[in-house]
């Protein structure tokens, strides 16, 4: 048997429950993607990447006269999932107001989301949805209650473990007595794992904890982090962690909380930043004043606990008379922190967004101060936001050009190891409508592309508005990093049958005569990988993407099933995947990277291809068939 056709148990999958496509990323700042643009009020938008070049967006929606939350996912070329204006995933009574929440990829193509709401009583209790990628409730319409009590709750997070559950954190704060921090871990099916409201971090005395974080840690396990207490003014708002084995074991500090920072408090409703290392370990920055001026800070804790640099933590900068707030932090390829931050003088008059890069040893490596991205001035910035490319970070940040009217335009900066900005043309506008935004949350994949949503008032109180940012700066249809060849379309050798597809595509199948289309994007670099592999135009069934070392046969391929074989010489699989409404890619969340999975170790020319079952028989009696053929050259 040809070892491509080597095939497991076929997986059975639902139809997507689809909508007409609304509109695709948009490459004009001034029009941006609306994916929310109902009457009254939508707001508190939260993000999470699909791992598939996917987008997950919900928000809080007053249409109907109160809140309500909707949802909505995203393909990789933005159009819209569901119908227009979001699905509605929970209509249950909620205040005139709203707290923070929670949303994540289940890695499977659907999304988990967290929050609070009155359905049950005037305060408010948890619940966790688990939505698919088809839109179907998996753990009921009206989701899991993780709470039932007549304590004030609020702030849930929510964490996808390594071994396939999920973990949803949030605080409880009684009139009387102690708050707590909850945990509770929840399987694939919904099912929670503790008993009761799940596990307590309870507070001392009287305090009352709160703004707690989670993430995935290694072996099932997870990384809470969260303020020491929130009861008056005068608390010893103090940023505390712990680490829980998959059985819900405190790991650190011999299980008592471990304080990461406690030499002054934090801003009152300040949330810390807390984010796997990758290696059982956590990385946490948070903004604070020690005397009158603020600073940024960041700290390391080792996946036994131990903490990496000097108790409480690493300056981000140390200019003089300057107050750094609200850090966004970015672990790039190699371990190095890079830190966006803004930064204003004493008067608060002027502003500036800036950005560091800190090494594994605590080290500021672009000056003590940190680079200006743009410079200080009386214009304000706010909302910088960091994530990875690689081994360098895109920095996204909002600008008042009209201050001091209510409008703010979103920028972008791709910074380098070096602290260089290399995005020509910089900064790229990303929107450039002045309105009234907020909370800009950012999220990219493996992909590379940088997502972004955000509550915008162009047309009213606040809609849903999206963007993406492709790896070189620009916006819309991401760029191909790869040349097609071997196509279905009568050049080369012959699609068998006569089954002749349309040019740059496969040979035609069962559900689309213009044949299986591959595509790659992404930056095809071994230091910097975040090439995707997308195939269309197949059936739902499973599709292996594979590499090779040539193009076979000089390019115009050789018949093979109903398709014909491109990629050749030293052949990798690279995965195998189910096709959802005809589609699929590689890497997606939890997979190798291209490079690494093909074991690509120095510079040079690969070839990609994807094979597909196609059932239905259409042309021979091999029931397989593949896309056509994408070629491009790894750079170091």
């Known amino acids: 048997m040809n070892p491509l056709a080597r095939r497991g148990s076929l997986l059975v999958l639902l139809p997507v429950l689809a909508g007409t496509a609304h509109a695709q990323w948009p490459s004009n700042p001034a029009t941006n993607l609306p994916v929310c643009d109902a009457t009254g009020d939508q707001g508190v938008p939260k993000v999470a990447a699909g791992g598939d070049g996917s987008t997950w967006a919900a928000w809080f929606d007053n249409r109907g006269g109160s809140y309500a939350v909707y949802a909505q996912k995203l393909d990789a070329a933005g159009n819209e999932v569901f ?22 990829s289940d890695g499977a193509g659907g999304c988990v989301i967290a929050f609070t ?4 009583g005037p305060d408010l209790d948890t619940y966790v949805y688990r939505i698919d990628g088809a839109g179907t409730f998996l753990w ?29 954190t949030w605080s409880r704060g009684p009139n009387t007595g102690p708050g707590a921090i909850h945990v509770q871990k929840l399987d694939a099916n919904g099912v929670p794992q503790f008993a009761g409201e799940g596990l307590q971090i309870v507070g001392s005395g009287t305090e009352k904890p709160a703004f707690s974080n989670i993430v995935a840690s290694d072996a099932g396990g997870w990384i809470v982090g969260y ?8 608390s010893p708002r103090h940023f505390r962690a712990q680490k829980f084995d998959s059985a819900g074991n405190a790991l650190w500090n011999g299980g008592a909380p471990l304080a990461v920072y406690d030499a002054a408090a934090v801003p009152i409703g300040y949330q810390p930043i807390v984010q796997s290392d990758g290696a059982g370990g956590g990385v946490f920055a948070w903004h604070s004043a020690i005397g009158s001026t603020f600073d940024c800070w960041i700290q ?11 108790h409480n933590g690493v300056q981000v900068s140390t200019e003089a008379s300057r107050n750094k707030y609200d850090p966004s932090i970015a672990i790039v390829a190699g371990g190095d922190v890079v830190v966006a931050f803004n930064k204003r003088n004493g008067a608060q008059s002027q502003w500036a967004t800036c950005v560091q890069r800190i090494d594994g040893a605590g080290a500021r490596l672009w000056s003590n101060d940190g680079v200006e991205l743009l410079p200080l001035n009386g214009i304000p910035k706010q909302f910088e936001r960091c994530v990875p490319l690689g081994n360098d970070a895109v920095v ?14 979103v920028l972008g900066f791709r910074v380098n190891g070096a602290g260089a900005n290399v ?19 950012v999220t990219t994949d493996v992909s590379g592309i940088v997502r972004a949503v955000w509550d915008d008032a162009r047309n009213d109180s606040g809609d849903i508005y999206a963007q993406n940012v492709n790896t070189d700066g620009t916006l819309g249809p991401a760029p191909s990093v790869a040349t097609g060849f071997c196509f279905g379309d009568g050049t080369g050798a012959a699609c068998p049958c006569a089954n002749t597809g349309l040019t740059g595509r496969g040979c035609a199948n069962s559900v689309d005569p213009g044949g299986a289309l591959l595509v790659a994007a992404g930056v095809p670099l071994l230091s910097a990988d975040s090439v995707l592999l997308s195939g269309s135009g197949m059936p739902n069934s499973t599709v292996l993407y594979f590499q090779g070392t040539t193009q076979q046969s000089g390019g115009a391929g050789v018949a093979f099933g109903d398709g014909k074989r491109c990629a050749g010489g030293s052949v990798v699989r690279l995965g195998t995947k189910v096709n959802s409404a005809g589609a699929s890619s590689y890497p997606a969340a939890g997979d190798p990277s291209v490079s690494v999975r093909g074991l690509v170790t120095v510079p040079g020319t690969r070839t990609y291809q994807a094979w597909y079952r196609n059932a239905a028989a259409f042309c021979t009696a091999s029931t397989f068939n593949l896309s056509n053929g994408v070629e491009f050259p790894w750079g170091a």
Do not use: M
Not at 83 to 104: K, M, R, Y
Not at 300 to 310: D, I, K, N
């Open 300 to 310: 390391r804790v080792t996946s036994a606990g131990a903490e990496v640099h000097a």
């Open 423 to 441: 995005w020509a043309g910089s900064p790229v506008v990303v929107s450039s409508v002045l309105s009234a935004k907020d909370k800009i949350p």
């Open 83 to 104: 119908a227009h204006n979001g699905l509605l995933v929970s209509a249950n009574p909620q205040n005139t107001s709203t707290v923070d929440w929670g949303i994540e």
């Open 396 to 409: 996204l940040t909002c600008e008042q050009t009209n201050y001091p009217a209510q409008g703010l335009r």
């Open 227 to 234: 303020v020491r207490d929130i009861s008056s003014f005068a």
């Open 117 to 120: 709401d009155i359905r049950v």
């Open 140 to 168: 009921g319409a009206n989701g899991v209650a993780l709470s039932n009590n007549a304590d004030f709750e609020s702030n849930p997070k929510v964490a996808r473990l390594t071994d396939g559950s999920f973990a949803v």
